[in-house]
């Protein structure tokens, strides 16, 4: 079964820098579509940032573009969040996700992603 584990998680000060690291196990990864998710408590899950299996096609939300960037190496099977000028409101527990299916897409909510991570948490102080 397909496990994803991140770390990279951490304290930061605002304008600070974090690179997230996302590592699947198992064989097909370069068929997957990955993404950056992030939840605060009472909040729903919010797609970061999404990639295609090839890496050409890329997908952010606005809060985090310019700031953040996703990339992936499918020979390492692992996906990657570098973060950067973080502020308070990036403050969230970070979720990695896959979407196991053959597409061309990159979608942008959680229901559309079937392989999750555990999380880490990122905290931005002022």
């Known amino acids: 079964q397909v496990q994803l584990v991140e770390s990279g998680g951490g304290l930061v000060q605002a304008g600070g820098s974090l690179r997230l690291s996302c590592a699947a196990s198992g064989r097909t990864f370069s068929n997957y579509v990955m993404a950056w998710f992030r939840q605060n408590p009472g909040k729903e899950r919010e797609l970061v940032a999404g990639?295609?299996?090839?890496?050409?096609?890329?997908r952010y939300a606005e809060a985090v573009k310019g700031r953040f960037t996703i990339s992936r190496d499918n020979a390492k099977s692992t996906v990657y969040l570098q973060t950067t000028s973080l502020n308070p409101e990036d403050t969230a527990v970070y979720y990695c996700?896959?979407?196991?299916?053959?597409?061309?897409?990159?979608?942008?909510?959680?229901?559309?992603?079937?392989?999750w991570g555990q999380g880490t948490q990122v905290t931005v102080s002022s």
């Open positions: 996700a896959a979407h196991t299916g053959v597409t061309a897409l990159v979608g942008g909510e959680p229901t559309w992603y079937d392989l």
């Open positions: 990639i295609s299996r090839t890496g050409k096609t890329t």
